[in-house]
């Protein structure tokens, strides 16, 4: 139980173009969804909450404007990377959490986004 | 804010052999404690969790013990095998439940044969 799962799991794209990457939970119903970049060899970053039906809730330094997060279902977040460039080039990973007073996330298994 | 730290890596260890990679935390009220662990171009999945003082996570041979007296989450293995190999970060959750999660910077395990 507990599948979360993402698509794609690797795009390259031409810098200017727009990216969309989905995240479903894929046997439980996510409340709250979150997107993660990382580095190579670094931790991870969160960039932004988001919760079924109202707006994200990004970190500070992310630009909302450039990454679009829509949590339209209790099972599905998308993450739009609008006018991409090469410095957006990076590991994407969300994860999901149930409701229920459960601090447990669960993540997908990420998308690699390269910008040409 | 919270925070975590853990040990720098890699940590290189031979087949069978004893590991423990280190973590402490920094946090507010009464936070739940993870690991995860990511294999190489993958994402993360939960390896044990504890949400209380003394708990004890364990899972495929992994433990940690919720030490709150030393602010400590250690996990540990008494045998390691190649396939343990990956990278591997402590978390916590903030103690108001509903809070988003602190990763510590990873530890990466090597595993030779």
């Known amino acids: 139980g507990a599948v979360v799962s993402q698509h794609p799991s690797w795009v390259i794209c031409k810098s200017g173009t727009s990216v969309k990457i989905e995240c479903r939970s894929l046997?439980?119903?996510?409340?709250?969804m979150f997107w993660y970049r990382q580095f190579p060899k670094q931790s991870l970053m969160l960039m932004a909450t988001?919760?079924?039906?109202?707006?994200?809730?990004?970190e500070q330094g992310v630009e909302k404007d450039k990454f679009l997060i829509n949590h339209a279902s209790l099972t599905l977040s998308t993450l739009t990377v609008t006018s991409a460039h090469p410095e957006d080039s990076s590991f994407y990973i969300c994860?999901?959490?149930?409701?229920?007073?459960?601090?447990?996330?669960?993540f997908g298994p990420g998308t690699r986004l390269t910008v040409l | 804010g919270d925070s975590v730290t853990q040990m720098e890596g890699p940590v290189t260890l031979s087949e069978e052999a004893f590991l423990t990679i280190n973590c402490t935390y920094t946090?507010?009220?009464?936070?739940?404690l993870f690991w995860y662990v990511q294999y190489p171009g993958e994402g993360l999945q939960l390896l044990l969790k504890?949400?209380?003082?003394?708990d004890k996570g364990s899972n495929k041979g992994f433990e940690a013990t919720y030490r709150k007296e030393t602010t400590s989450f250690h996990l540990e293995k008494g045998s390691v095998q190649v396939s343990d190999s990956a990278v591997y970060f402590c978390?916590?959750?903030?103690?108001?439940?509903?809070?988003?999660?602190?990763f510590g910077k990873g530890t990466m395990l090597l595993v030779s044969p």
């Open positions: 504890a949400t209380k003082a003394d």
């Open positions: 046997d439980f119903q996510a409340t709250t």
């Open positions: 988001s919760n079924e039906g109202s707006k994200a809730t990004y």
């Open positions: 946090a507010t009220g009464y936070p739940s």
């Open positions: 978390a916590l959750s903030g103690g108001s439940g509903y809070s988003t999660l602190t």
């Open positions: 994860s999901a959490r149930t409701g229920g007073g459960t601090d447990t996330q669960y």
